[in-house]
């Protein structure tokens, strides 16, 4: 499975908002990405069980994921680096992010060991 295929559960969920930067002397290349963190599913969310597969709403290749790709994309969805081995990532808790949500342990980890 692909870096793109686990950033597109992340959007798909609507758990991230991405906004990418080009470098002004090169339009193509993609300097840095803002990650916008929308919420964190917990399995109890998603409403279905863990292996349960759920159809991307757009055609995709795979066409489906899992709650295990959900968090998977966690670990994977931010490993897309430019040509030049420039690109940077800057994390930040949305204004739409509930404060009083659930934050499920696996994501507390992934949190504590990247972005420290």
């Known amino acids: 499975k692909s870096q793109i295929y686990y950033e597109y559960i992340l959007v798909e969920t609507d758990s991230i908002k991405l906004s990418p930067k080009t470098d002004p002397n090169n339009p193509n290349l993609v300097t ?14 998603r409403g279905q069980a ?3 597969a759920k ?8 066409s489906t994921y ?3 790709d959900y968090i998977d994309a966690w670990k994977y969805a931010f490993l ?3 040509t030049e081995n420039k690109h940077f990532w800057f994390f930040y808790i949305d204004k739409t992010f509930d404060k009083n949500q659930f934050i ?4 507390i980890n992934w949190w504590v060991s990247n972005t420290g």
């Open 32 to 45: 840095h990405t803002t990650i916008f963190i929308q919420k964190i599913l917990t399995v109890t969310d």
């Open 50 to 52: 863990p292996l349960y």
């Open 55 to 62: 159809q991307f709403s757009s055609p995709f290749v795979p």
């Open 66 to 68: 899992n709650y295990f």
């Open 80 to 82: 897309f680096q430019n």
């Open 104 to 107: 499920p342990y696996w994501f």
